[in-house]
């Protein structure tokens, strides 16, 4: 079975293009009374049938669902379970866990598929067209956009990532005309949208034609974006690759490393799943063979390469 793909909430679930990509595990499924048992067992049974478990959550959720994820984590006692804490909206997150999920099914390793969430959600545009910013404190907000936001009709089009952009649009209608578009991707994508509280047609009908997109599609908003975004009168939006050819080169061109601390593959400077930095490169060349030779704990064998082995504590 392919490494687990988990998110925080159903409506963070997009659905797949096609039959083949596995869908995605939800561990707070709605109207449900929730503890740290309740998701030390949903997390037990991933381990049990998928063996890793990499879980996005938006940096907007509660502290107490935080910590009942780490907590449940920690009396696992596992090193299997990558808890990802990412800054994109809640509709660019649900990209990113399609993405991982079609990705899931490629010949990359767990290591590799938790460090590229990070690689991944630098190639994705999402933002919102928004009513208003007074509120607003996960993109930067100057004073004179504060004392616009209290205009009646004032509307503001706004980018979180991949680098946080800011402009006024003089109305919500499609002959509208702001002093300029956000600035978009260099590169092919899809746009999704999702409509909240807001009536405006400015995403599909003047951001999508600016951006070059090859589609536009929708789906329903998540209940996290009113918390992101602090209004609910908004369309949030995000552009992102859609082939799964292209995402796999993306993440095949970049170098992979080992871990020093827990063995596995990664890309980037940190792994997903320990979370421990990758060294410098004076000190990798020592650090691999301890790695390499560390103990098995529980009698679980992860054959990583022809003569390499790793540890795993549990379960």
Same mark, same amino acid.
Not at 136 to 150: E, G, I, Q
Not at 259 to 266: I, K, Q, T, V
Not at 279 to 302: I, K, N, V
């Given at each position: 079975?392919?490494?687990?793909?988990?998110?925080?909430?159903? @409506?963070?679930?997009?659905?797949? /293009?096609?039959?083949?990509?596995?869908?995605?595990?939800?561990?707070?499924?709605?109207?449900?009374?929730?503890? %740290?048992?309740?998701?030390?067992?949903?997390?037990?049974?991933?381990?049990?049938?998928?063996?890793?478990?990499?879980?996005?959550?938006? *940096?907007?959720?509660?502290?107490?669902?935080?910590? =009942?994820?780490?907590?449940?984590?920690?009396?696992?006692?596992?090193?299997?379970?990558?808890?990802?804490?990412?800054?994109?909206?809640?509709? $660019?997150?649900?990209?990113?866990?399609?993405?991982?999920?079609?990705?899931?099914?490629?010949?990359?390793?767990? #290591?590799?598929?938790?460090?590229?969430?990070?690689?991944?959600?630098?190639?994705?545009?999402? $933002?919102?067209?928004?009513?208003?910013?007074?509120?607003?404190?996960?993109?930067?907000?100057?004073?004179?956009?504060?004392?616009?936001?209290?205009?009646? !009709?004032?509307?503001? *089009?706004?980018?979180?990532?991949?680098?946080?952009?800011?402009?006024?649009?003089?109305?919500?209608?499609?002959? &509208?005309? !702001? /002093?300029?578009?956000?600035? #978009?991707?260099?590169?092919?994508?899809?746009?999704?949208?999702?409509?909240?509280?807001?009536?405006?047609? +400015?995403?599909?009908? =003047?951001?999508?034609? &600016?951006?070059?997109?090859?589609?536009?599609?929708?789906?329903?908003?998540?209940?996290?974006?009113?918390? +992101? +975004?602090?209004?609910?009168?908004?369309?949030?939006? *995000?552009?992102?690759?859609?082939?799964?050819?292209?995402?796999?080169?993306? %993440?095949?061109?970049?170098?992979?490393?080992?871990?020093?601390?827990?063995?596995? @593959?990664?890309?980037?400077? =940190?792994?997903?799943?320990?979370?421990?930095?990758?060294?410098?490169?004076?000190?990798?060349?020592?650090?691999?063979?301890?790695?390499? $030779? =560390?103990?098995? *704990?529980?009698?679980?064998?992860?054959?990583?390469?022809?003569?390499?082995?790793?540890?795993?504590? !549990? /379960?």
């Amino acid at each position: 079975m392919p490494t687990a793909i988990a998110v925080t909430s159903a @409506d963070l679930v997009l659905p797949p /293009p096609d039959r083949q990509t596995p869908p995605a595990a939800v561990l707070q499924p709605p109207g449900r009374e929730h503890t %740290v048992e309740h998701t030390l067992a949903e997390l037990q049974t991933l381990l049990d049938l998928h063996g890793y478990v990499i879980v996005l959550y938006p *940096a907007s959720l509660p502290d107490r669902t935080v910590h =009942r994820l780490y907590s449940a984590r920690a009396l696992l006692e596992s090193d299997r379970i990558a808890l990802l804490r990412l800054d994109l909206p809640p509709l $660019g997150l649900a990209t990113l866990a399609l993405q991982l999920r079609q990705l899931a099914l490629c010949d990359f390793s767990p #290591g590799v598929l938790a460090s590229a969430a990070r690689l991944l959600s630098h190639y994705i545009y999402a $933002g919102a067209l928004l009513g208003s910013v007074a509120k607003l404190d996960r993109v930067p907000v100057s004073l004179t956009s504060h004392a616009k936001s209290w205009v009646p !009709g004032s509307q503001f *089009a706004v980018l979180a990532t991949p680098a946080p952009q800011l402009v006024k649009v003089s109305g919500g209608n499609a002959a &509208a005309q !702001g /002093p300029s578009l956000l600035q #978009g991707p260099g590169f092919g994508t899809q746009l999704l949208i999702a409509r909240g509280q807001l009536n405006s047609d +400015w995403v599909t009908a =003047r951001l999508a034609p &600016a951006w070059k997109v090859q589609g536009v599609a929708e789906a329903p908003l998540p209940a996290e974006s009113g918390r +992101w +975004w602090a209004t609910g009168k908004l369309v949030e939006f *995000a552009a992102a690759i859609p082939d799964i050819t292209l995402l796999y080169q993306l %993440v095949s061109s970049v170098k992979r490393e080992d871990c020093h601390w827990c063995g596995l @593959d990664l890309i980037g400077d =940190r792994c997903g799943f320990c979370t421990a930095p990758l060294l410098p490169r004076e000190q990798r060349g020592r650090t691999h063979s301890a790695a390499e $030779g =560390r103990e098995l *704990a529980a009698g679980d064998t992860r054959v990583l390469a022809p003569g390499r082995t790793r540890r795993a504590i !549990g /379960p």
